[in-house]
């Protein structure tokens, strides 16, 4: 999902035989008439569409997916597999089963929601390290998203070329973060709540409600928590969480974190300490907001801070 606002152009001028400064013309008005209600994007889609261009039925690379596309196709190598899972949502019971797919531009988590392609997981029909073609997809909160409509199928194509495996993070400020977004920010904790415990159990680390697994029953569930913390960017604030060993990188020792004495000690010295997060903007249903999922922290060293300087 990075900068992917030219390369669509580039496409676009590729397919109309118009110059990129057109087709950017182009967009720039429509984005005018528009009200600019719409992305650079979305007023880039549209003016394919105008222009005869059907960039629905085009292959992507996983940099060039935008959320919004609906009808999204792409090949890639299944990287990972995560257990189904099951939900009840107003009173449905469903599944849905996630994975991710990488080429040599990226990677992005895929969400299956019918049962016929979840079931290619289920009897694993599909694996890691195959290559499938999927088409049809939607793109919301920068994920793949399937429904019966769309297709996923193993490839016989050979992806031989290096594959991107490594999450992408970029570095943007929070007041141009979108939900989706995998971020890299720079940004001063300015408030620390007090933590919240839970258990999971020991065998497939899924929570433990009333000391039971969904899946194997009674167990003695292992005791984690949860921290939720305010960053400021000097852009914005975002409310965060964070779980296990992004806790302690936080500077929190388990023995802090789990005893709201010496917790209450330890988070004076954090308000105010500025650090690298990694993570992602979710959505809060609850809150109605948006969310950092805090999936790694780092020290800011000299040397990063050296670079950043000479930019
Ligand atoms: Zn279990």
Redesign the pocket.
Known sequence: MVENYERLIEKISKAANLSVEDIERKVEAKKAKLSGLISKEGAAQIVAAELGINLDKERMKISEIVNGMRKANVIGKVIEIFPVRSYNKNGRDGKVANLRIADESGNIRVVLWDTNHIGLIERNEININDVVEISNAGVRNGELHLSGFSDIKKSNEIMSGEIVREKIFLTKKLSDARVGDSLKIRAVIVQVFEPRYFE???????R?IDGE?????K?SGMKRALLNLVLDDGSGTIRCVAFGEVINKIGISEEEIFSLEKFEERKKNLLGEEMIFFGNIKSNSLYGTNEFNVENVEEINAESLIKEMEK
Do not use: A
């Open positions: 999971v159990c020991p065998e497939c680390r899924k433990v697994c969904k899946i194997h029953g167990v």
